[in-house]
């Protein structure tokens, strides 16, 4: 496929002076923030509580703010009068910023042939979520908020057709499915690459493990909000299960939270409109008060930002051990093959839901151990490693 | 006899065109195309077509929302127009034809 933009020149390396404060009476002057509490800092701009923005004396911020998805947020503030900017870091900030811009314009262009490509097979029900969702709803400009990819939440009965849909637009798996039905069935989601690099994320859910499959999907559908790409309606998650989504991806999509995603969790929980007396009627209803409850630490510990009524509700809520020891071995093991497996299998409202999920866990299809370069033995190997650790136990 | 009077022209972006905007810039891309880079009086006309709007709404408009762009006059917004026009990025329409309703669901 053609590459479609026109791509800016690849970015100067950082060249530029921060001028070194002199005291006229020669106090000792504060020695100079280091890159990664700049970094926290700018993560929290505009929020209530946050400190004030400080720049790093060294070589390559602009990248370091490029990786970390703050560009837009930096800018925001220097537009606001509530930093400087050097003007050789600002040009370097908004020279990457507009090639970050510019994926996103090709991600937005996917995702509208995507959804064309959706209505030609006769519908698919679906709703943006994260990236595209987060930056039109949630920030004041999209520009703002850049993104990597597409996620793309799909009902459980058009998860298939929506996986052929991509398929037929050129777009692949990794590796083949565990079992047939096993996407639609358990898989939080399936990546679909297309040759050009853009990644579509299909979501059968919006977590990994046992608490991804407590969260009643059909009603994620029912209560949505409305944005728009290029002229056309796009359905995304409503407000209260955005903040829900943004918890969970925080303490179960990765071990390292990104401090975007931070940011956003930190925006969702200082928003007056989402309160815990609005949003903890739906936290219950998906069982989660203890991720919840985990994100808020682990965005405590990471940010400073006061968070009011969601902090006061935090420290007035006891975590139950059970809880807190699923969520540390889903954050451990992630997609490996663990315990996590079984907290999952647990979860599972029916026996023969739980028969089909460990099946496809034991005895996957040839094409899948092909697809990823394992052997039956490497799966059973594992299999048993892990039942030999629960007999330990 | 009556007189008819023809309905002035209003402009739209074209269907489809996905952009973002910064420092000055906005990029525009859409599906089969080549993303393009709007700058000069065009980014100030392009940020006010949310909706169909006529040459002198969109004149009256900028001089709103940017009130420092005094030597911005509606001749300069008008060249602006065609130069999005020879872009393909923006289309006009008569008033009559302009939809009062939200974006469409496609």
Known sequence: MPTRSRRLPRAKPDRYGVPIMANPQGDPVSPPIDPETALRRIATWDLPG?????????????????????????????????????????????????????????????????????????????????????????????????????????????????????????????????????????????????????EFDLHRTLADGAHGHRIPLGELFESTERFEIGGVDFRALGRTDRLLHSAYHLLLGSREPALM?????????????????????????????????MAIDLLAERLEVDLGPWARWRQSMQLDPAEVALVQRQRAEGSSLGRAKLDVARELPRWRDRAAYLAALAWPSRAHLASRGLTRRDVLSSLAHTLWGLRRR | MLSVTAPASHYRR????????LDNRVWVGSPGRATVAVEGSAVFVWLVLEQASSLADLTSEIRRTWPELTELTEQGVDEALRTLMDADLVESTDADQVPASAPSEA
């Open chain 1, 50 to 198: 946050a400190p004030p923005i400080e720049l790093p004396e060294i070589d390559g911020f602009a990248a370091q703010l490029q990786q970390r998805r703050l560009s837009g947020v930096l800018l925001a503030a220097h537009n606001c009068g509530d930093v400087t900017l050097p003007d050789e870091l600002r040009t370097e900030v908004i020279e990457r910023q507009h090639a970050a811009l510019l994926w996103c314009i090709e991600l937005e262009v996917r995702l509208l042939e995507v959804r064309d490509a959706f209505d030609a097979a006769g519908g698919i029900e679906h709703l943006v979520i994260k990236g595209p969702a987060i930056a039109h709803l949630d920030n004041p400009d999209p520009s703002m908020r850049t993104f990597a990819d597409v996620d793309v939440l799909v009902a459980g009965r058009d998860f298939d057709r929506a996986a052929g849909v991509l398929a037929a637009m050129g777009a692949s798996a990794p590796w083949a499915e565990r079992r047939a039905g096993f996407d639609r069935r358990f898989a939080k989601s399936k990546t679909m690459t297309f040759d050009d690099g853009i």
């Open chain 2, 14 to 21: 074209r269907a489809h065109c996905v952009f973002r905007a």
């Open chain 1, 261 to 293: 995603n931070l940011r956003d969790l930190a925006c969702y929980l200082t928003d007056e409109r989402l309160g815990p007396d609005e949003v903890l009627p739906r936290v219950r209803q998906w069982r989660g008060e203890t991720v919840v409850a």
